[in-house]
């Protein structure tokens, strides 16, 4: 828990000539070289900051552990859903297969009765009918009858020898995965003890240090350290991206018009990156996106905080464990505890686009891994010390921070 769990996305272009072995060798030895890269970034934002500490930091561990926990749970709940699929499959199987054996079976009787009769008829079998004299045409179309005959009951039998086979074999499939299921079922109550125990840790340690959270947030030099953190922090990330092959880029979604929120005037002058004239496929959604969580906008950019100074994105006033959505696709770049910030995800929407997703009770998506737009990626709450629940949101271009809601639709 105390690790960061920092990872940058791997590399998506791979020569079509390597096979699934190396290609697996060679995407370790990457990840291999992106977490001593990581380790050395990690190094440098801590370096400046010598002893000085955040009593914040003593939520850090139960607030990661609440969010891993969730993200297994949520894991685990979609294999569970997979597994039942599948099982329910296997058993629709099994009983287009008993409905087809019953057939053969009924079909293999008939035959069985023809025979009977065409034998009572002929007076024996095929070579009985043949040595008793009787009209050549008459014995050569018998025999043609019996011998057809004798040709489906055989292929009967061994079509309802097969599917005796294959029922035994889909009544094992079916035994594994009713097993799977049970596993993943006592996973999930694993998972949720230990997030119980977490959310218990949580409350504990935020009684005791309450009021010591509530005095340091007041002081205006540790918000200016937060946010230097954040900003060393995704320069960091972006000298990182810089090393590593870009990702494919994602077609721009449509998105659908939205009302927006009203706009107040800056309160406070934040400095504010010039997006004009930048192209790619995050740029064509200016003016189109959804704002990350359904919510109050309790914190505008630009506007004064109750701390001091003034808000570098948006802070989106919402229930716990409310879903957060990614505004655009991208990659996940960055998803693990920062002071000042709880359990922060960061994701990469290339030409330097970032979007910021902080004070998360959860992190359901991990560093490396693709976010389509619209998908869930975190649940709302109030981690890091924040005194409400609520999402902290920001969106910046080559490390600058601006406004949000110049992006959103209205």
């Given at each position: 828990?105390k ?8 590399p998506?272009?791979?020569?079509m000539?390597v ?5 697996k ?8 070289e992106v ?7 990690r ?23 609440i ?5 297994r749970l949520?894991?685990l709940?979609e294999?569970r ?8 499959e ?7 297969l008993?409905q ?7 079909q293999?009787?008939r035959l ?14 095929a070579?009985?009918?043949l ?10 179309r ?5 011998t057809l005959?004798s040709?489906a ?5 061994r079509?309802?020898s097969?599917a005796?086979a ?7 499939a079916a035994r594994v ?10 996973r ?7 997030l119980m125990?977490?959310?218990?840790e949580?409350?504990a340690?935020l ?20 946010e230097?953190?954040?900003?060393k ?13 870009r990702r ?14 009203p ?6 002058p ?5 997006t004009a004239?930048?192209g790619g496929?995050?740029a064509?959604?200016?003016?189109k996106?959804?704002?990350?969580v359904?919510g ?7 506007t004064?905080?109750?701390e ?5 994105g948006?802070f989106i006033?919402a229930?716990?464990g409310?879903?957060?959505r990614?505004v655009?696709a991208?990659?996940v770049?960055?998803a693990d505890?920062l002071?000042?910030f709880g359990?922060l995800?960061i994701i990469d929407?290339?030409?330097g686009?970032?979007?910021v997703?902080?004070n998360?009770?959860s992190?359901l ?8 737009a619209?998908?869930v990626v975190?649940t ?19 490390g ?7 992006w959103?639709a209205?």
């Amino acid at each position: 828990m105390k690790s960061w769990l920092l990872l940058l996305a791997l590399p998506a272009a791979v020569a079509m000539a390597v096979g699934p072995a190396e290609r697996k060798v060679e995407k370790q030895a990457e990840l291999k070289e992106v977490k001593e890269r990581i380790e050395d970034l990690r190094k440098e934002l801590t370096k400046s900051e010598g002893s000085r500490s955040s009593v914040a930091d003593q939520l850090r561990e139960a607030e990661s552990a609440i969010s891993t926990a969730n993200r297994r749970l949520k894991e685990l709940g979609e294999s569970r859903a997979e597994t039942r699929a599948e099982l329910a499959e296997l058993e629709s199987q099994q009983q287009r297969l008993t409905q087809q054996t019953a057939s053969q079976q009924a079909q293999l009787g008939r035959l069985l009765r023809q025979q009977h009769h065409a034998d009572t008829a002929g007076g024996g079998d095929a070579l009985q009918t043949l040595i008793k004299g009787r009209d050549p045409n008459l014995a050569a179309r018998d025999w043609h009858f019996l011998t057809l005959l004798s040709r489906a009951k055989a292929e009967l039998i061994r079509s309802l020898s097969a599917a005796a086979a294959e029922k035994r074999q889909l009544a094992g499939a079916a035994r594994v995965k009713a097993e799977e299921i049970a596993r993943i079922e006592a996973r999930q109550q694993e998972e949720r003890a230990t997030l119980m125990a977490s959310m218990r840790e949580r409350q504990a340690v935020l009684a005791r240090i309450a009021d010591h959270i509530r005095v340091q947030r007041r002081e205006i030099d540790t918000l200016k350290r937060d946010e230097q953190r954040l900003g060393k922090l995704i320069d960091g990330l972006a000298k990182l991206a810089a090393k590593m092959p870009r990702r494919k880029p994602a077609k721009a979604p449509s998105v659908a018009p939205k009302g927006g929120e009203p706009r107040a005037a800056p309160a406070h002058p934040v400095r504010e990156a010039d997006t004009a004239g930048t192209g790619g496929a995050f740029a064509s959604l200016r003016g189109k996106l959804k704002l990350p969580v359904k919510g109050t906008l309790a914190g505008r950019f630009g506007t004064a905080r109750a701390e001091g100074g003034a808000w570098k994105g948006l802070f989106i006033r919402a229930g716990e464990g409310a879903e957060v959505r990614a505004v655009a696709a991208g990659r996940v770049v960055f998803a693990d505890w920062l002071r000042g910030f709880g359990n922060l995800l960061i994701i990469d929407h290339d030409d330097g686009f970032l979007s910021v997703y902080g004070n998360n009770q959860s992190l359901l998506r991990q560093p490396g891994a693709d976010a389509r737009a619209g998908e869930v990626v975190a649940t709302v709450g109030n981690s890091g010390g924040n005194p409400e629940s609520g999402l902290y949101f920001e969106l910046r271009h080559r490390g600058q921070v601006f406004d949000p809601m110049k992006w959103v639709a209205r």
